[in-house]
């Protein structure tokens, strides 16, 4: 007799914008979600951008109706700062074990309104900023963060080393924080699993020739999101590290691609639309993009190419690219088209470095059961059958943790999932 | 007697761009003009230009209508219509004996906290210089 | 009626108490039509404020209530939980902002409390005007109609079709398999397609509830989502026609390959042994590679990138089949010369550089180069090209086989007519969020899937063919109802002066002219309700649930005060 269990609640590991559409998608058919969350927020990479290709729509705007749909949506248990440890069991039955780390605040006491942390004594740098700007020890990492309550990073705050600091419990009015919680263990059973967890960029210390934290004004494709956007360090004012604006700049394709042997395929796209940004800021800047193939695929792509390129941008075939500092200015050294060696100058230079998995996917893969590909994004089981369908029955994979993708087709991967765990019945194996 | 003229300016703003970005400035706690009533409405393409007109006749000094961006439109392409009837409104508005410049149309995005209170700040400035609506002086409907 | 309004003002902590006069404000709408009571609160979004309004609700017997406090964007549903808990209808209820856009943008709390008095005082007006709202269930039929045989509709049929769920597959040529059906192998992988396609086939043939219409073409399209009205036409069948009812519709029709014929730089159908990529694949699947005189050619070169500055895109997928293409014909005739000719190499993803890398070899090569030009040469073709080195430079081979663009095939424009979508520049069917979604359309319950979206690849074709089974699941359940949205237009019969300049600017189109009586009529199960319609009606026939020019003249009336 077969009675094993069929249980119908999904977990969904990563709140970006994959993992938000898979469990709306989920809750809209009643099924109950456990969203879980590394950071304190949910938005993932996307809530980064201020605007988005091709058709430059505001990006978190784009996001927040869905973020405020899935806080308030009854079906879906977000646990934020919360990491899978543990998973047992198989497709209809899964046993899985969460750590979730103490926020301090509590989150339904706490309105949003930030009095915490201006009496908070610690400042720190901003890592949502790509540390462009700074933060407190009690923090929410940007303006407009959903949800809207902060956490106590204990590892800064001096209340958590020993010391006799209380200056943000003593700002609350709403008896928020909380200096008690606890972490959690939180066992869960559920049916499937969806793996959202996303990407991370390139380590540029194994790339020395393009200067990156040598250099000044070196910048990377997510630093120049974080200056370019309306709520960020800068509040979208362009400027070097002088002060100065910058009155000619480079972007720089392809970084680390030679080492992780893959075409990112979403950067020559978002180098374009940094053209966007820039001239928006700036109408005389001079912008070159030195690259290597111009990958653009996609229907509505070239047109965006060739309005960018109307504006002037220099699109410079380019090899062996280096960096290097010329007085005040920048020198970008590289052997063109015909193989000639060349020199140009600029004030600033933006770097698109590949997109690679995150630092801790094989060890996730691990727990879950799933295996990774040569590169160490999660592999799907046969991708003439199914991109999102893995070697572990139930367990599916969407999004960047499955390879180097645009919005659209994570989004598309995500729906794919849940299509897949709508049809299947009684937990029969893909 | 003359008392000190506080502009009485209505704001139509969009549910999905301008009313969010108008409650980013708030949560970010910049200095926004009180002189500026927001009404929420689901997009600017709901406004009427019955109750722009009306706004006036009634005695607004200013009267602005925010929506998203172009291509934002939660609705695909209602700030275009928005855009449009503004065109013609604004004809109007100065066929009624008002200046032109009394009505105001912007995008802002959920994200521009900063924009929005820049831009109801700056259309506050302005219509303080105007004066208050000449039609307030008549009588009332 | 017989109101009893309720005011309530939030404190919010000091968020609202320290910068607004609550008091004060309280004094000022006491007094108005119909306020029954009016109180504060500290923190009215708590469990403890919920409790306390819901006792207030039953205790004064209020039949329409106001909270003063956060943004609706914040609590309006919370509050209209409240409601429904304490038993009114959740549209009776307004909440004014006095924290975001009052307190919070001001020190000064005389300024701050004024146009909290002015925002407190135009909900109210405006409350007298609600009506209650109801939920709205209508029946749907799940069935769904796939249009198009190849990859996508197959793979989407396989997947929804159900005991409780038909699926009408309909093609319009007499074969199922769409292109790929042509093709021996995929990439990356070098998988067999076509043999893998035939199966798929038969599992379609095999499945009881999937009904196969090939030699059929869509003739009209009626109806609404959960309730279309779809007239078939039976080609092989004398044309005979069949109805159906179906919940939803997709549509994967594919693409079709640009012909080169009209670009004479490249020769085709002037020279021999020039051919398109897909009759390529055709010979390849035959098993025979061979020139027109019969003789086995000796050197190849595979030109990318033909009709892209026609079309204006890049069809995603040419440079990925153009190196497979190597690999067949090096398996079959090893001592063959390659060159791959082409302007920007096009292999984004995680699997695609390992097989452009793993291609290469002896008489293998890959040239960018720009300004093609074929011309006879004996009995060979003669390539001229500039390299990258911008130098003249000229190749002779035994065929070319030219990559051409891929563009939406014949019947989208009349497909997106009947279903009211729109095509984007390049023609292809417009998904209804470039982003967030790429298989939805403008018109609710009609789905895109592969290359009639844009062109894109087999495995990229499935996932969104996976995709769109996600929505139909989520939206189109046996047995259960649709609720549609509740805040939606509707149009006076007695008003509507039959102008039909409301058609023209729904951008979903859900409003329908009848004829009989020379009005328009909201179709409100898809009324979206953005207020475009109310806004245009020059006789104001038009009104928007919960929106109506009535309720924001109260607002108004207030503001201007």
């Given at each position: 007799?077969?009675?094993?269990?069929?249980n119908?609640?999904?977990?969904?590991?990563?709140?970006g914008?994959?993992g938000?559409e898979?469990?709306?998608?989920?809750?809209?058919?009643?099924?109950?979600v456990?969203?879980?969350?590394?950071?304190?927020?949910?938005?993932?990479?996307?809530?980064?951008?201020?605007?988005?290709f091709?058709?430059?729509?505001?990006?978190?705007?784009?996001?927040?109706?869905?973020?405020?749909?899935?806080?308030?949506?009854?079906?879906?248990?977000?646990l934020?700062?919360?990491?899978?440890?543990?998973?047992?069991?198989?497709?209809?039955?899964?046993?899985?074990?969460?750590?979730?780390?103490?926020?301090?605040?509590?989150?339904?006491?706490?309105?949003?309104?930030?009095?915490?942390?201006?009496?908070?004594?610690?400042?720190?740098?901003?890592?949502?900023?790509?540390?462009?700007?700074?933060r407190?020890a009690?923090?929410?990492?940007?303006s407009?963060?959903l949800?809207?309550?902060?956490?106590?990073d204990?590892?800064?705050?001096?209340?958590?080393?020993?010391?006799?600091?209380?200056?943000?419990?003593?700002?609350?009015?709403?008896?928020?924080?909380d200096?008690?919680?606890?972490?959690?263990q939180?066992?869960?059973?559920?049916g499937?699993?969806?793996?959202?967890?996303?990407?991370?960029?390139?380590?540029?210390?194994?790339?020395?020739?393009?200067?990156?934290?040598?250099?000044d004004?070196?910048?990377?494709?997510?630093?120049?999101?974080r200056?370019?956007?309306?709520?960020?360090?800068?509040?979208?004012?362009i400027?070097?590290?002088?002060?100065?604006?910058?009155?000619?700049v480079?972007?720089?394709?392809?970084?680390?691609?030679?080492?992780?042997?893959?075409?990112s395929?979403?950067?020559?796209?978002?180098?374009?639309k940094?053209?966007?940004?820039?001239?928006?800021?700036?109408?005389?800047?001079d912008?070159?993009?030195?690259?290597?193939?111009?990958?653009?695929?996609?229907?509505?792509?070239?047109?965006?190419?060739?309005?960018?390129?109307?504006?002037?941008?220099?699109?410079?075939?380019?090899?062996?690219?280096?960096?290097?500092?010329?007085?005040?200015?920048?020198?970008?050294?590289?052997a063109?088209?015909?193989?000639?060696?060349?020199?140009?100058t600029?004030?600033?230079v933006?770097?698109?470095?590949?997109?690679?998995?995150?630092?801790?996917?094989?060890?996730?893969?691990?727990?879950?059961?799933?295996?990774?590909?040569?590169y160490?994004?999660?592999?799907?089981?046969?991708?003439?059958?199914?991109?999102?369908?893995?070697?572990k029955?139930?367990?599916?994979?969407v999004?960047?943790?499955?390879?180097?993708?645009?919005?659209?087709?994570?989004?598309?991967?995500?729906?794919?999932?849940?299509?897949?765990?709508?049809?299947?019945?009684?937990g029969?194996?893909e | 007697?003359?008392?000190k003229?506080?502009?009485?300016?209505?704001?139509?703003l969009?549910?999905?761009?301008?009313?969010?970005?108008a409650?980013?400035?708030?949560?970010?706690?910049?200095?926004?003009?009180?002189?500026?009533?927001?009404?929420?409405?689901?997009?600017?393409?709901?406004?009427?230009?019955?109750?722009v007109?009306?706004?006036?006749?009634?005695g607004?000094?200013?009267?602005?209508?925010?929506?998203?961006?172009?291509?934002d439109?939660h609705?695909d392409?209602?700030?275009?219509?928005?855009?449009?009837r503004?065109?013609?409104l604004?004809?109007?508005?100065?066929?009624?004996?008002?200046?032109a410049?009394?009505?105001?149309?912007?995008?802002?995005?959920?994200?521009?906290?900063q924009?929005?209170?820049?831009?109801?700040?700056?259309?506050?400035e302005?219509?303080?210089?105007?004066g208050?609506?000449?039609?307030?002086?008549?009588?009332?409907? | 009626?017989?109101?009893?309004?309720?005011?309530?003002?939030?404190?919010?902590?000091?968020n609202?108490?320290?910068?607004?006069?609550?008091?004060?404000?309280?004094?000022?709408?006491?007094?108005?039509?119909?306020?029954?009571v009016?109180e504060?609160?500290?923190?009215?979004?708590?469990?403890?404020?919920?409790?306390?309004l819901?006792?207030?609700?039953k205790?004064?017997?209020?039949?329409?209530?106001?909270?003063?406090a956060?943004?609706?964007?914040e609590h309006?549903?919370?509050?209209?939980?409240?409601?429904?808990?304490?038993?009114?209808?959740?549209?009776?209820?307004q909440l004014?902002n006095?924290?975001?856009?009052?307190?919070?943008?001001?020190?000064?709390?005389?300024?701050?409390?004024?146009?909290?008095?002015?925002?407190?005082?135009?909900?109210?007006?405006?409350?007298?005007?609600?009506?209650?709202?109801?939920?709205?269930?209508?029946?749907?039929?799940?069935?769904?109609?796939?249009?198009?045989?190849?990859?996508?509709?197959?793979?989407?049929?396989?997947?929804?079709a159900?005991?409780?769920?038909?699926?009408?597959?309909?093609?319009k040529?007499?074969?199922?398999?769409g292109?790929?059906?042509?093709?021996?192998?995929?990439?990356?992988d070098?998988q067999?397609?076509?043999?893998?396609?035939?199966q798929?086939?038969?599992?379609?043939?095999?499945?009881?509830?999937?009904?196969?219409?090939?030699?059929?073409?869509?003739?009209?399209?009626?109806?609404?989502?959960?309730?279309?009205?779809?007239?078939?036409?039976?080609?092989?069948?004398?044309?005979?026609?069949v109805?159906?009812?179906?919940?939803?519709?997709?549509?994967?029709?594919?693409?079709?390959?640009?012909?080169?014929?009209?670009?004479s730089?490249?020769?085709?159908?002037?020279?021999?042994?020039?051919?398109?990529?897909?009759?390529?694949?055709?010979?390849?699947?035959?098993g025979?590679?061979s020139?027109?005189?019969?003789?086995?050619?000796?050197?190849v070169a595979?030109?990318?990138?033909?009709?892209?500055?026609?079309?204006?895109?890049?069809?995603?997928?040419?440079?990925?089949?153009?190196?497979?293409?190597?690999?067949?014909?090096?398996?079959?005739?090893?001592g063959?010369?390659?060159s791959?000719?082409?302007?920007d190499?096009?292999i984004?993803?995680?699997?695609?550089q390992?097989?452009?890398?793993?291609?290469?070899?002896?008489?293998?090569?890959?040239?960018?180069?720009?300004?093609?030009?074929?011309?006879?040469?004996?009995?060979?073709?003669?390539?001229?090209?500039?390299?990258?080195?911008?130098?003249?430079?000229?190749?002779?081979?035994?065929?070319?086989?030219?990559?051409?663009?891929?563009?939406?095939?014949?019947?989208?424009?009349r497909?997106a007519?009947?279903?009211?979508?729109?095509?984007?520049?390049?023609?292809?069917?417009?998904?209804?969020?470039?982003?967030?979604?790429?298989?939805?359309?403008?018109?609710?319950g009609?789905f895109?899937?592969?290359?009639?979206?844009?062109?894109?690849?087999?495995?990229?074709?499935?996932?969104?063919?996976?995709?769109?089974?996600g929505?139909?699941?989520?939206?189109?359940?046996?047995?259960?109802?649709?609720?549609?949205?509740v805040?939606?237009s509707?149009?006076?019969?007695?008003?509507?002066?039959?102008?039909?300049?409301c058609?023209?600017?729904c951008?979903?189109?859900?409003?329908?002219?009848?004829?009989?009586?020379?009005?328009?009529?909201?179709?409100?199960?898809?009324?979206?309700?953005?207020?475009?319609?109310?806004?245009?009606?020059?006789?104001?026939?038009?009104?928007?649930?919960?929106?109506?020019?009535?309720?924001i003249?109260?607002?108004?009336?207030e503001?201007?005060?």
């Amino acid at each position: 007799m077969n009675d094993k269990k069929n249980n119908s609640d999904i977990l969904v590991i990563g709140a970006g914008i994959s993992g938000i559409e898979a469990s709306l998608m989920l809750s809209k058919s009643g099924r109950k979600v456990h969203l879980v969350e590394k950071t304190s927020i949910t938005g993932g990479s996307v809530i980064k951008f201020e605007e988005v290709f091709s058709n430059m729509e505001c990006s978190t705007c784009m996001v927040a109706p869905l973020q405020q749909e899935l806080l308030q949506d009854k079906n879906i248990n977000l646990l934020t700062l919360a990491e899978v440890k543990d998973v047992k069991g198989s497709f209809g039955d899964f046993k899985v074990k969460i750590n979730k780390k103490a926020r301090y605040v509590d989150m339904v006491n706490c309105i949003g309104c930030n009095a915490c942390f201006e009496p908070c004594p610690v400042n720190l740098k901003n890592d949502f900023e790509e540390g462009l700007s700074e933060r407190k020890a009690i923090y929410v990492p940007c303006s407009g963060a959903l949800p809207n309550v902060p956490m106590i990073d204990t590892e800064n705050c001096l209340h958590f080393k020993g010391k006799d600091c209380k200056a943000c419990q003593e700002a609350c009015m709403f008896e928020a924080i909380d200096f008690g919680q606890k972490d959690e263990q939180i066992e869960l059973n559920v049916g499937a699993i969806i793996v959202s967890t996303g990407f991370s960029t390139f380590d540029l210390k194994n790339t020395p020739q393009y200067g990156y934290g040598k250099i000044d004004d070196v910048y990377t494709a997510f630093e120049l999101e974080r200056l370019y956007a309306s709520n960020g360090p800068t509040e979208g004012k362009i400027l070097l590290k002088s002060g100065k604006t910058p009155k000619s700049v480079a972007i720089i394709h392809c970084v680390g691609r030679d080492k992780t042997g893959y075409c990112s395929s979403v950067c020559c796209m978002y180098s374009l639309k940094f053209n966007h940004y820039l001239k928006s800021k700036i109408p005389e800047v001079d912008i070159s993009e030195f690259y290597t193939d111009l990958v653009i695929p996609g229907k509505s792509h070239q047109k965006f190419y060739e309005k960018m390129r109307e504006k002037g941008t220099k699109m410079i075939r380019a090899k062996d690219a280096e960096v290097t500092k010329q007085g005040q200015k920048i020198a970008i050294k590289y052997a063109d088209g015909s193989g000639k060696k060349t020199s140009n100058t600029v004030d600033m230079v933006v770097l698109t470095p590949s997109i690679v998995p995150k630092t801790d996917a094989s060890d996730l893969a691990k727990i879950l059961g799933i295996t990774v590909d040569d590169y160490g994004f999660f592999k799907e089981k046969d991708k003439n059958v199914s991109s999102v369908v893995t070697t572990k029955p139930g367990v599916f994979i969407v999004g960047c943790s499955h390879g180097p993708k645009n919005i659209q087709s994570s989004v598309s991967q995500a729906s794919a999932a849940v299509g897949k765990i709508l049809s299947s019945k009684e937990g029969r194996l893909e | 007697m003359t008392e000190k003229f506080e502009p009485r300016i209505v704001g139509f703003l969009c549910n999905w761009c301008s009313y969010a970005g108008a409650d980013l400035a708030g949560t970010s706690k910049l200095k926004v003009s009180s002189s500026l009533t927001p009404i929420r409405v689901m997009c600017s393409s709901r406004v009427d230009p019955v109750l722009v007109l009306t706004a006036f006749l009634r005695g607004a000094d200013g009267v602005l209508i925010a929506g998203c961006h172009p291509g934002d439109c939660h609705y695909d392409e209602g700030n275009y219509y928005a855009r449009r009837r503004f065109a013609v409104l604004k004809k109007v508005v100065e066929g009624l004996g008002l200046e032109a410049d009394r009505l105001r149309l912007s995008w802002v995005s959920a994200s521009e906290g900063q924009r929005f209170a820049d831009v109801v700040n700056e259309f506050n400035e302005k219509i303080k210089k105007m004066g208050p609506n000449p039609m307030n002086k008549k009588s009332s409907l | 009626m017989n109101r009893k309004i309720g005011v309530y003002i939030c404190e919010c902590g000091p968020n609202i108490a320290e910068k607004v006069d609550i008091d004060r404000v309280i004094e000022a709408v006491s007094s108005l039509d119909d306020v029954a009571v009016v109180e504060r609160y500290k923190l009215l979004c708590s469990e403890d404020g919920k409790k306390f309004l819901v006792e207030q609700i039953k205790k004064h017997g209020i039949t329409h209530l106001v909270v003063a406090a956060c943004s609706p964007r914040e609590h309006l549903k919370t509050f209209m939980e409240v409601c429904e808990n304490a038993g009114i209808n959740p549209y009776l209820f307004q909440l004014a902002n006095i924290r975001e856009q009052c307190a919070w943008i001001t020190d000064d709390k005389d300024e701050a409390t004024k146009k909290a008095i002015r925002l407190t005082k135009a909900a109210i007006g405006r409350v007298h005007y609600h009506a209650s709202l109801d939920k709205k269930q209508i029946e749907s039929n799940p069935d769904v109609l796939v249009i198009g045989g190849g990859v996508a509709g197959i793979e989407v049929s396989l997947q929804l079709a159900s005991p409780d769920r038909k699926v009408y597959l309909i093609e319009k040529d007499s074969l199922l398999g769409g292109l790929a059906k042509n093709f021996e192998k995929t990439f990356p992988d070098m998988q067999p397609c076509s043999n893998f396609i035939q199966q798929k086939i038969e599992d379609v043939q095999k499945n009881n509830n999937i009904e196969v219409l090939a030699d059929s073409e869509v003739e009209e399209i009626l109806g609404f989502f959960g309730n279309f009205e779809v007239t078939v036409k039976k080609k092989a069948e004398d044309n005979c026609i069949v109805n159906l009812d179906v919940g939803a519709i997709v549509l994967a029709t594919g693409s079709t390959l640009f012909d080169p014929k009209d670009l004479s730089q490249y020769g085709y159908q002037k020279l021999e042994n020039v051919i398109t990529s897909l009759e390529f694949e055709k010979m390849n699947l035959s098993g025979k590679i061979s020139l027109k005189n019969g003789k086995t050619p000796k050197s190849v070169a595979i030109i990318h990138c033909v009709g892209r500055d026609e079309k204006g895109y890049c069809s995603e997928i040419c440079c990925m089949y153009s190196i497979k293409f190597v690999r067949y014909l090096k398996d079959k005739i090893p001592g063959i010369n390659v060159s791959n000719l082409y302007s920007d190499l096009c292999i984004p993803g995680k699997s695609y550089q390992q097989f452009y890398e793993k291609t290469q070899g002896k008489n293998i090569s890959f040239t960018r180069v720009a300004d093609i030009k074929i011309t006879k040469k004996g009995n060979q073709l003669n390539i001229e090209f500039k390299d990258e080195k911008v130098n003249k430079n000229n190749m002779s081979v035994d065929m070319v086989i030219l990559s051409p663009a891929l563009e939406p095939t014949s019947d989208t424009s009349r497909l997106a007519g009947f279903t009211r979508i729109s095509q984007g520049n390049a023609g292809f069917f417009s998904e209804g969020h470039e982003k967030l979604k790429p298989v939805s359309t403008s018109t609710e319950g009609v789905f895109i899937a592969g290359c009639s979206q844009s062109p894109k690849s087999i495995a990229d074709t499935i996932t969104q063919a996976e995709a769109v089974t996600g929505k139909i699941f989520t939206s189109l359940v046996p047995g259960k109802k649709i609720e549609p949205e509740v805040k939606v237009s509707h149009i006076s019969e007695a008003l509507c002066i039959g102008c039909k300049t409301c058609l023209d600017v729904c951008s979903y189109g859900c409003i329908n002219f009848d004829e009989a009586k020379k009005v328009s009529v909201v179709n409100e199960v898809i009324c979206r309700g953005c207020g475009n319609c109310v806004a245009a009606c020059p006789s104001g026939a038009a009104a928007l649930k919960h929106f109506t020019f009535n309720q924001i003249y109260q607002e108004l009336k207030e503001a201007v005060q």
